[in-house]
């Protein structure tokens, strides 16, 4: 079974669009992040969320508002694509106060 | 902020060759994660390791807090060690907010 699941994995569309990455884990934890990787490589945190209560919203544009329906899932929606939006985009889980991370198999967004 | 700065950026080893990378970070953390990131992107834990001395089969790591660094070795590399290796520190307990370090990109010749 997959513990950290991202749909889609890969995303192809036009700048001005809105669209929407999914993430789900099945690992019972209750902390769950965006965070984003650039073409150099370089992750960032974007966004966690606890207990579907947002935590950390690291001056991201708010063009990207994650949502949190319940803990096992947390979905990322960006309006208005940018260029400088593509990436890879990473979900991942942890438990409290075991603080190691899982992460999720990626979501490749390019905007053209 | 804090700075976390990895080396080498990049590596070269033969196959059945040993390694060590280096994480440094530039105040104190609360906890310290090390990744690989496969060729194909996945991020893999490898060590949960705030402190001390962990070992899993080929792969060790060593955290000094004190000091401000942890050291992750690879013994016997194999070809699928190829990949970017991470490291990843939390500032504050609690906080949920990890900063990455600028990775070291190993590739492992046959």
């Known amino acids: 079974d997959t513990a950290v699941s991202q749909t889609p994995k890969y995303l192809v569309t036009q700048m001005g669009n809105d669209k929407s990455i999914k993430c789900e884990q099945n690992l019972g934890h209750d902390t769950m992040y965006w965070y984003k990787q650039d073409s150099k490589k370089f992750l960032k945190i974007m966004f966690s969320y606890n207990n579907k209560e947002l935590i950390i919203n690291e001056t991201v544009p708010n063009r990207f508002s994650p949502k949190s329906p319940d803990k096992a899932h947390l979905n990322l929606h960006i309006n208005s694509l940018e260029l400088g939006d593509s990436a890879v985009y990473f979900c991942?889980?942890?438990?409290?106060?075991?603080?190691?991370?899982?992460f999720g198999p990626g979501t490749r967004l390019t905007v053209t | 902020g804090i700075q976390v700065e990895q080396s080498p950026p990049d590596l070269i080893l033969q196959e059945g060759a040993n390694s060590t990378l280096r994480c440094n970070f530039s105040?104190?953390?609360?906890?310290l994660q090390w990744f690989h990131q496969n060729p194909w992107g996945q991020l893999i834990n490898l060590f949960y390791i705030p402190s001390g001395t962990k070992q899993n089969g080929r792969l060790s790591a060593t955290t000094v807090a004190t000091e401000r660094y942890s050291l992750l070795y690879i013994s016997s590399s194999q070809t699928t060690d190829s990949g970017v290796y991470f490291c990843a520190v939390e500032i504050q307990s609690g906080t949920y907010k990890y900063i990455f370090g600028t990775g070291t990109r190993l590739k492992v010749l046959a």
């Open positions: 991942a889980s942890s438990q409290v106060g075991s603080y190691e991370q899982y």
């Open positions: 105040d104190s953390v609360n906890n």
